[in-house]
C-alpha cells in the first residue's frame, strides 16, 4: 500500500465540523474543547446505571485492525456498543487481504456493506488519511494508531485526564490548568505515535512545558521543532513535573541497537519508587499501556495511588464515545450536558 502524506484539513468539513480523526496536528483549540467537554457528558452517562444511549443505532461501526490490540479495539468496541452501533469487528489476518486483496478494495468492499465508520489500526504510518481520501462521501475515517504518526483517541484520553485531575473534577474542569502544568514524557519518543498525539494536543491547549526524556537513541530528530524540551536525564527530566507520562519500550519496531539492556533502560530511565517520592506530592503518573513491569516502570508504582492507568483507560470509553458521535452528528443526551467548561 501507498501510503498519503498526513494532511490535517482533511478532517474538517466546510464549516469546521469534524468528518474524519487522523491527528490532532493542526485542530482547533475550541474543537479540541469540544470533544473533552462531549466526552464529560458522555462520561457522566456512563456512571449511570443505564449506561447504554440510542444515540448511533441504525449505524454501522467497522473495527478493522491490522496490528495487535487489546485496550484500544476493545473499548472502540464497547463506546460504539454504548452507543447502540452495530459493530464489525474485521479479523484482518483470516480476511481476503491474506488472498492479496488490497486495501483500498477491502475499504471498497465494506462501504458497499453500507458501513458508517471505519475504526482503522495499521503499522504503516499515512493509512488513516490513505483511508480517508479514498472513502466514498459520508463514510467517516477513526485513526486508531498509524506507524509512528498519530494515535489522537489516546492523545485525546491523556488530555481528558490530565483536566479531569489537574482542571477542578468532574463537572466543571478548566481547561486554564494546561497553561500552569509541567508535562515530563518518559520512555521510547522515536516509535512512539502515542508521544505525537499527547505533544500537539498539549500544544493546542498552551501547555507551560512540554518535556521528553529519554536516551538520545530514542529521541526523534528536531523534536524540538515541535516546542518541547530535550533531557537525556531522568532525574532533571522529572524535576518540578506535574504530569509524568511513560512509554512502553516498542521492541517491535525496533530493528537496531537502539539500548544497551532492558535492565540498563529501568536503572537509567525506569520509574522506581523511589523516584516516585522525589516527586511532586500531587504530580500524577500516567501510561498507555501494555506496560512493561520491572522496565519503564515498577509494578507497585503502576497500580499505586500516584498512577492514574486504569483510569485511563476507563476515560478512553467516553472519549471515543465523543468522537463517534460528534462525526455521526449524535452529540450526547442534554440531560447529560454541564455548563460549558471554563476556558
Known amino acids: 500500500m501507498k501510503t498519503t502524506e498526513p494532511n490535517p484539513g482533511l478532517q474538517l ?8 480523526l487522523l491527528t490532532l496536528d493542526g485542530l482547533p483549540r475550541e474543537l479540541l474543547i469540544d470533544i473533552l467537554d462531549e466526552a464529560e ?19 454501522t ?3 478493522l485492525f491490522f496490528e495487535p490490540s ?22 484482518v489476518s483470516a480476511s481476503s487481504t491474506s488472498k492479496g486483496e488490497t486495501l483500498f478494495d477491502t475499504l471498497k468492499t465494506l462501504e458497499a456493506m453500507q458501513a ?11 493509512a488513516a ?15 486508531a494508531g498509524d506507524g509512528r504518526h498519530a494515535h489522537p483517541t489516546q492523545g485525546l484520553l491523556d488530555l481528558f485526564t490530565i483536566r479531569r485531575y489537574k482542571g477542578g473534577g468532574v463537572g466543571g474542569p478548566s481547561n486554564d490548568c494546561f497553561k500552569k502544568l509541567t508535562v515530563a514524557i518518559v520512555g521510547d519518543v522515536l516509535h512512539s505515535r502515542v508521544a505525537r498525539s499527547d505533544i500537539h494536543g498539549l500544544r493546542i491547549l498552551g501547555t507551560k512545558e512540554i518535556r521528553v526524556v529519554a536516551p538520545p537513541t530514542l529521541v526523534p530528530a528536531g523534536i524540538e521543532a515541535m516546542g518541547v524540551k530535550v533531557f537525556h536525564e531522568l532525574e532533571s527530566g522529572l524535576d518540578g513535573a506535574d ?13 537496531g541497537a537502539f539500548l544497551p539492556s532492558l535492565a540498563e533502560f529501568h536503572r537509567d530511565f525506569g520509574l522506581t519508587r523511589a523516584r516516585l517520592a522525589k516527586l511532586k506530592p500531587e504530580a500524577i503518573v500516567m501510561h498507555p499501556g501494555p506496560i512493561n513491569r520491572g522496565v519503564e516502570i515498577e509494578g507497585d508504582v503502576a497500580y499505586g495511588p500516584r498512577s492514574l492507568i486504569l483510569n485511563q483507560v476507563s476515560h478512553g470509553i467516553a472519549v471515543r464515545m465523543a468522537v463517534m458521535s460528534m462525526i455521526l452528528g449524535a452529540p450526547a443526551p442534554a440531560e447529560a450536558r454541564s455548563p460549558r467548561s471554563r476556558r
Do not use: Y
Not at 468539513?13 to 474524519?20: E, K, M, S, T, V
Not at 457528558?41 to 449505524?59: C, E, F, P, W, Y
Not at 504530569?243 to 530493528?255: D, G, P, T
Open 13 to 20: 468539513d466546510a464549516r469546521g465540523r469534524l468528518c474524519h
Open 243 to 255: 504530569v509524568v507520562i511513560l512509554l512502553r519500550l516498542q521492541k517491535e519496531r525496533m530493528m
Open 41 to 59: 457528558a458522555h462520561d457522566k452517562v456512563l456512571r449511570g446505571q443505564d449506561k447504554k444511549q440510542g444515540t448511533l443505532s441504525g449505524r
Open 61 to 63: 461501526i467497522v473495527n
Open 70 to 91: 487489546t485496550r484500544t479495539r476493545t473499548t472502540f468496541e464497547l463506546a460504539a456498543k454504548r452507543l447502540s452501533a452495530d459493530v464489525l469487528n474485521l479479523q
Open 129 to 143: 488519511h490513505f483511508f480517508a481520501e479514498h472513502a466514498a462521501p459520508g463514510v467517516a475515517i477513526l485513526n
Open 116 to 126: 458508517d465508520m471505519f475504526v482503522v489500526r495499521h503499522e504503516a504510518s499515512g
